[in-house]
Each structure stands twice: as structure tokens, then as C-alpha cells.
């Protein structure tokens, strides 16, 4: 009979085997000295249907611009409740009116909602926790400006004037323009603007553009909020 350790075969079969559990050994300490990921989690994004539902009065959002006419956003509680519910809230209280269109850039978007002006403001009211989700950042798309802190939007919003679909799921859409797109493409360009094309005013269309007519708001100290960068030459710029 012969012996095992005599047999090559033998001897073969048995080196592989003492690799396989050298290999199993190390994996393991490579495992447990791997330290664990302590970064916060990402805000979860929500699934919906791109095709809106059918359009109530009291998610009509009625911005009428210094550029000439009324421009109406279709909300969508169904992707963004959080964000719907805060445009509603500003809007009734008159927030919105008189302000400015701060940053407009050509072929990307026009971003306003800041009280001050310049960017760096907000609304007294708390920012929001994001509700990123699928609607994309298609041309009159309308989402909510934020830090670079995911759950800092607050009132300012961007409409894009033309797609961007890297900007998906890091920004929150909450809207897209359904009428009046032509009165968005009349703002006057800028970062700022020379002469900043402004919201006269602004309602829900279930109450009526006489509902509240307040002064413009003073500048309220907030959080500073920005939409995403300026487009690349070839390519959008990835967002701050």
C-alpha cells in the first residue's frame, strides 16, 4: 500500500487545500481590521410617476413675473409633501412677493426665493429634510436650493430652463412648470443679474391672486443656499 505523503497527487491536493484555508484566515483578519463606515446615512429617494397627477387648484403655484405674465407649477405632493406644503405655507403668508431672480444662468436655470437677494438667505421658518426622489431635472422642472447639506433646503427653488438629469436625486423636485414656460426664459440673465427680473407676486390658485398682498419680506438671516454649479463646457459640473 502506498503512503500518502509518497504520492505527488497526494502531496498536490493537500497543498491546495492548506492555500485555500490560509486564504480563508486572511480574508477574515482583513475583514475585522476594515473600520466600519461611520458616514450618515443618504436621505433616501422616493419612486413616482414622471406623468403628474390630475392638477388640483391647490397645487397650483401662480407666480406672476416682472417679465410679462403668470406662470403656473403643478406641486407634487405625491414626490415632494414636505416641499409642497413650505411653497404653500410662504405663498400665504406673501413671502415670495417682490423678490428677485439672484443667479440666472443661460442654458440651466433661474434661481430665486431668497429675501435678501443674494443667495445667502432663507425664511424664518426651519429648513426642510430632503425628499429627493425620481423626477428629473428636465426643462421647467422646479426644486428646492440647498447647501451642500442634503436636508437644507428652505424657500429658495431653481426652475430649469433646460435639462440636467445629473442634478436627479440630489435635488429635490417638487414641481414643473405647466403653463407660462415663456416667462421663465424672459429672465433677465446674471450671477447677479444687472437688472434682476422679479416675482410681483405670488398665490395658490385655489385662493386667488387677491388673497394676501403684503409688502415685499425684509431679509430674514438664514442659511446660505445655492442651486448646483454652473454647466462644464461639455458637461454639467457636479453639484456643491
Not at 427653488?157 to 435635488?171: Q, S, V
Amino acid at each position: 500500500m502506498r503512503r500518502i505523503f509518497g504520492d505527488p497527487g497526494s502531496m498536490r491536493i493537500l497543498a491546495s487545500l492548506l492555500a485555500l484555508i490560509t486564504l480563508a484566515f486572511s480574508s477574515v483578519a482583513i475583514a475585522q481590521s476594515e473600520p466600519a463606515d461611520d458616514s450618515p446615512p443618504a436621505a433616501p429617494i422616493k419612486a413616482v410617476l414622471s406623468v403628474p397627477p390630475a392638477a388640483q387648484p391647490d397645487n397650483i403655484w401662480v407666480l406672476e413675473l416682472s417679465t410679462g405674465g403668470q406662470v403656473k407649477i403643478q406641486l407634487r405632493p405625491d414626490a415632494a409633501p414636505n416641499h409642497g406644503e413650505r411653497i404653500k405655507t410662504l405663498t400665504r403668508q406673501g413671502f415670495y412677493n417682490g423678490l428677485v431672480f439672484h443667479r440666472v444662468i443661460d442654458g440651466f436655470m433661474a434661481q430665486g426665493g431668497d429675501p435678501s437677494g443674494t443667495g445667502e438667505h432663507g425664511s424664518p421658518l426651519p429648513d426642510l429634510k430632503a425628499e429627493f426622489n425620481t423626477l428629473p431635472h428636465v426643462r421647467g422642472a422646479v426644486s428646492a436650493a440647498r447647501t451642500q447639506d442634503d436636508n437644507s433646503a428652505n424657500s429658495q427653488f431653481f426652475i430649469m430652463f433646460m435639462p440636467m438629469l445629473r442634478l436627479d436625486t440630489k435635488y429635490t423636485v417638487f414641481g414643473r412648470v405647466v403653463s407660462g414656460m415663456q416667462y421663465v426664459d424672459a429672465i433677465e440673465r446674471g450671477e447677479p443679474p444687472a437688472n434682476p427680473s422679479r416675482v410681483v407676486r405670488a398665490w395658490i390658485e385655489a385662493d386667488g391672486p387677491n388673497a394676501i398682498q403684503p409688502p415685499p419680506p425684509a431679509a430674514m438671516p438664514a442659511q446660505a443656499a445655492d442651486a448646483p454649479p454652473p454647466p462644464a463646457a461639455t458637461e454639467p459640473a457636479e453639484p456643491k
